[in-house]
């Protein structure tokens, strides 16, 4: 059994580039897999950022979180959207966990712990995190230390969509090489059992050069002066890894980790566009230019559906005697909700070929659903098309992201690689049907505490092996601060 267990979250970071394209130009990653257990981690449905680390960090799935996006229907009014933070999250996470048996954690950029909340250990929060003034660590008496190791701490890149790219690239730079420099400071300097960081450069670094990479992208330019941008980033990645293998004990447990992985992104579906056409959402007026959807344009009494933009698809149903100005009766939701999974299912790309939509119920694929889930999870073209929620657009394709430059969009399998620092090549092996439900038991059951039930699903082996109580409501000044937020960083 290992003495303590460093999760390094590489968000975004893609089996096909890890495992496949790079595997001699990234000799420590390489070396960690060839002497431990690897494979494809499938991530949750949807496979993005928010919720799935903290699905992996709690072993929960999106339905049991009440968490389906950076935006949430705080219930069924047609405005009542709130955004995700720490706030939410009413499951215990691996840090509450291990801290009930005294165990430390040191937690580095976790997607939704800001703002923070006490732990057994120190808490740096993630992205969403507004500036260095505000308290961002626990305690809070951190960032002092912090700025001392490494200056002005930096949470993110600065709007990653942005046609800037010499700018964007030195910020992914400027971010990885100070999150690995705090990392090790602190795993060096403080007591921990568990460390968890993540490093969001692969993400930002696939959303704006997947274009220059890969060729098969619609906009790819051979012989571009960023073709090798993603590989070159790769190869600096696994050296930083290298130095952080370094500074760990032969009895510590290395597990590295992506929360999903990438695919090139051939375009958009106007998802509302689409549902206007198919006669099942209608406006007081046609637009006379591309604009946001909201609320105050639908006519609400002959709507039975409209959707949301992002990554992926959902799309909400007007039901009567739910939603204020329901149309579609209660016994006729079933049978509606086939006739648009058929539909969407079924459509065609601009090329008139089969486009390979997936529709999913929330019912089906999580074991409960808290809060507002949609009522249909639509992955469109099998995430190689984005969802594009804004109106007024002359076609439902489009060639353009209405929130910024964007080349990627996530795909649902990750990486997994777990290495027992000082053990022998005896453990390795590739693994299959690995899962991010998986993690948490898997960390769990190695420092030795019996993961409690309905907390993932599989332990991984080597060699064969208190829900929170705070309140939810945000203040409409932190409403405002996390919308700020998420427009900077390109998501709204």
């Given at each position: 059994?290992?003495?303590?267990?460093?999760?390094?979250?590489?968000?975004?970071?893609?089996?096909?580039?890890?495992?496949?394209?790079?595997?001699?130009?990234?000799?420590?990653?390489?070396?960690?897999?060839?002497?431990?257990?690897?494979?494809?981690?499938?991530?949750?449905?949807?496979?993005?950022?928010?919720?799935?680390?903290?699905?992996?960090?709690?072993?929960?799935?999106?339905?049991?979180?009440?968490?389906?996006?950076?935006?949430?229907?705080?219930?069924?009014?047609?405005?009542?959207?709130?955004?995700?933070?720490?706030?939410?999250?009413?499951?215990?996470?691996?840090?509450?966990?291990?801290?009930?048996?005294?165990?430390?954690?040191?937690?580095?950029?976790?997607?939704?712990?800001?703002?923070?909340?006490?732990?057994?250990?120190?808490?740096?929060?993630?992205?969403?995190?507004?500036?260095?003034?505000?308290?961002?660590?626990f305690p809070s008496d951190l960032k002092q230390e912090i700025k001392e190791v490494v200056g002005e701490y930096i949470f993110d890149t600065r709007q990653f969509r942005t046609d800037d790219k010499e700018r964007l690239l030195a910020d992914i730079y400027t971010m990885t090489e100070q999150r690995f420099k705090l990392a090790t400071h602190l795993m060096e300097n403080k007591p921990w059992d568990l460390f968890?960081?993540?490093?969001?450069?692969?993400?930002?670094?696939?959303?704006?050069?997947?274009?220059?990479?890969?060729?098969?992208?619609?906009?790819?330019?051979?012989?571009?002066?960023?073709?090798?941008?993603?590989?070159?980033?790769?190869?600096?990645?696994?050296?930083?890894?290298?130095?952080?293998?370094?500074?760990?004990?032969?009895?510590?447990?290395?597990?590295?980790?992506?929360?999903?992985?990438?695919?090139?992104?051939?375009?958009?579906?106007?998802?509302?566009?689409?549902?206007?056409?198919?006669?099942?959402?209608?406006?007081?007026?046609?637009?006379?230019?591309?604009?946001?959807?909201?609320?105050?344009?639908?006519?609400?009494?002959?709507?039975?559906?409209?959707?949301?933009?992002?990554?992926?698809?959902?799309?909400?149903?007007?039901?009567?005697?739910?939603?204020?100005?329901?149309?579609?009766?209660?016994?006729?939701?079933?049978?509606?909700?086939?006739?648009?999974?058929?539909?969407?299912?079924?459509?065609?790309?601009?090329?008139?070929?089969?486009?390979?939509?997936?529709?999913?119920?929330?019912?089906?694929?999580?074991?409960?659903?808290?809060?507002?889930?949609?009522?249909?999870?639509?992955?469109?073209?099998?995430?190689?098309?984005?969802?594009?929620?804004?109106?007024?657009?002359?076609?439902?394709?489009?060639?353009?992201?209405?929130?910024?430059?964007?080349?990627?969009?996530?795909?649902?399998?990750?990486?997994?690689?777990?290495?027992?620092?000082?053990?022998?090549?005896?453990?390795?092996?590739?693994?299959?049907?690995?899962?991010?439900?998986?993690?948490?038991?898997?960390?769990?059951?190695?420092?030795?505490?019996?993961?409690?039930?309905?907390?993932?699903?599989?332990?991984?082996?080597?060699?064969?092996?208190?829900?929170?109580?705070?309140?939810?409501?945000?203040?409409?000044?932190?409403?405002a601060e996390l919308a700020r937020r998420l427009e900077d960083l390109g998501y709204l």
């Open positions: 059994m290992p003495n303590r267990v460093f999760i390094l979250g590489l968000d975004c970071a893609a089996p096909e580039l890890v495992f496949q394209q790079w595997p001699h130009l990234l000799p420590n990653l390489t070396s960690l897999r060839q002497t431990g257990a690897w494979g494809r981690l499938e991530s949750t449905i949807p496979p993005i950022t928010v919720p799935a680390w903290m699905c992996m960090m709690t072993g929960r799935d999106p339905g049991s979180l009440g968490i389906y996006g950076f935006r949430n229907r705080r219930d069924h009014s047609y405005d009542g959207l709130q955004f995700a933070s720490s706030k939410l999250v009413r499951e215990p996470a691996l840090w509450d966990l291990l801290g009930e048996h005294g165990l430390q954690t040191i937690a580095l950029g976790v997607p939704l712990t800001y703002p923070p909340r006490p732990i057994n250990g120190l808490l740096i929060t993630d992205f969403l995190a507004p500036d260095t003034n505000a308290d961002y660590t968890v960081m993540i490093e969001m450069g692969p993400d930002r670094l696939h959303h704006g050069f997947w274009k220059y990479y890969d060729p098969q992208h619609p906009l790819h330019q051979p012989g571009n002066p960023l073709q090798h941008a993603i590989r070159d980033y790769y190869v600096r990645l696994d050296a930083h890894i290298g130095d952080l293998i370094s500074h760990l004990k032969p009895d510590d447990r290395l597990i590295v980790v992506s929360d999903h992985g990438a695919k090139r992104m051939d375009g958009g579906i106007c998802f509302n566009q689409w549902l206007i056409k198919e006669g099942y959402l209608k406006l007081k007026s046609e637009p006379d230019q591309e604009c946001k959807l909201t609320p105050d344009m639908i006519d609400w009494s002959q709507t039975r559906a409209w959707g949301d933009g992002g990554y992926y698809g959902r799309l909400f149903i007007n039901v009567q005697g739910r939603e204020p100005l329901g149309t579609v009766q209660p016994h006729s939701l079933e049978a509606l909700k086939r006739e648009i999974t058929e539909k969407l299912e079924q459509m065609s790309g601009p090329d008139g070929m089969h486009l390979g939509n997936k529709v999913f119920r929330p019912e089906d694929i999580y074991t409960k659903c808290s809060n507002v889930p949609p009522d249909l999870i639509v992955y469109f073209g099998d995430l190689h098309w984005r969802s594009v929620g804004s109106v007024g657009h002359n076609s439902i394709y489009t060639a353009t992201n209405d929130t910024g430059p964007d080349d990627a969009n996530h795909a649902q399998h990750g990486i997994f690689i777990m290495k027992d620092i000082g053990s022998s090549a005896s453990d390795a092996g590739e693994r299959t049907d690995l899962s991010i439900y998986d993690i948490a038991p898997t960390v769990l059951t190695s420092l030795g505490v019996t993961p409690p039930p309905g907390v993932g699903r599989t332990v991984v082996g080597l060699a064969g092996q208190t829900a929170h109580t705070d309140s939810d409501a945000y203040t409409p000044e932190e409403e």
